[in-house]
T-cell receptor, first 115, second 117 residues
């Protein structure tokens, strides 16, 4: 089954304790991205990756890091989480094409609470 | 810069009635437009997209959307709502006038649709 898998689904952590949210896709997609979803703000892009070893900042990258060492995985790293990073996070992937008209596939989300 | 507006945070409709979820966009060039649906505790699922061609686009679960260039709108519609359609709906846009990495997907703030039995 084609899917995007995120782990963990739920996470409660303390301020300053480094964490990683994993994302893996099995569709051989080149393009992957991370979003955070907050009430009234919709989805805002954190980082994206056009291909292996190619990453770039989205609209709200502060406090986050990513890596793309292999095509299927795109982990999101919070080196020193803060309470304002409490949010619902989604990983997404899509085929990369020059016109960018392909739809994105989303993971089920990770609800992060930083206390 | 590209942007999307969903003017209604909440839409309520009775089962069996037609539904409309509104979306307007702003881009410099031609848009690619998308609708996604999010059911509780789930990720976003693709519903439909407008790329080019017919202004009326048909998608999953009986939904359709009409692209109106003069009004810069892309409203989501369904002739007869079901209780199971209750979910959070997101409109999204890509601006084709932007190049390379700037051509990212921008989402609206979402509209909660509730279909009442």
């Amino acid at each position: 089954e084609a899917q995007v898998t995120q782990n963990p689904r739920y996470l409660i952590t303390v301020t300053g304790k480094k964490l990683t949210v994993t994302c893996s896709q099995n569709m051989n997609h080149e393009y992957m991205s991370w979003y955070r979803q907050d009430p009234g703000l919709g989805l805002r892009q954190i980082y994206y990756s056009m291909n292996v070893e190619v990453t770039d900042k989205g609209d709200v990258p502060e406090g986050y890091k990513v890596s793309r060492k292999e095509k299927r995985n795109f982990p999101l790293i919070l080196e020193s989480p803060s309470p304002n990073q409490t949010s619902l996070y989604f990983c997404a992937s899509s085929l990369r094409d020059t016109t960018m008209n392909t739809e994105a596939f989303f993971g089920q989300g990770t609800r992060l609470t930083v206390v | 810069a590209q942007s999307v507006a969903q003017p209604e945070d909440q839409v309520n409709v009775a089962e069996g009635n037609p539904l409309t979820v509104k979306c307007t966009y702003s881009v410099s060039g031609n848009p690619y437009l998308f609708w996604y649906v999010q059911y509780p505790n789930r990720g976003l699922q693709f519903l439909l997209k407008y790329i080019t061609g017919d202004n009326l686009v048909k998608g999953s679960y009986g939904f359709e959307a009409e692209f109106n260039k003069s009004q810069t709108s892309f409203h989501l519609k369904k002739p007869s709502a079901l209780v199971s359609d209750s979910a959070l709906y997101f409109c999204a846009v890509r601006d084709l006038s932007l190049s390379g990495s700037a051509r990212q997907l921008t989402f609206g703030s979402g509209t909660q649709l509730t279909v009442l039995p």
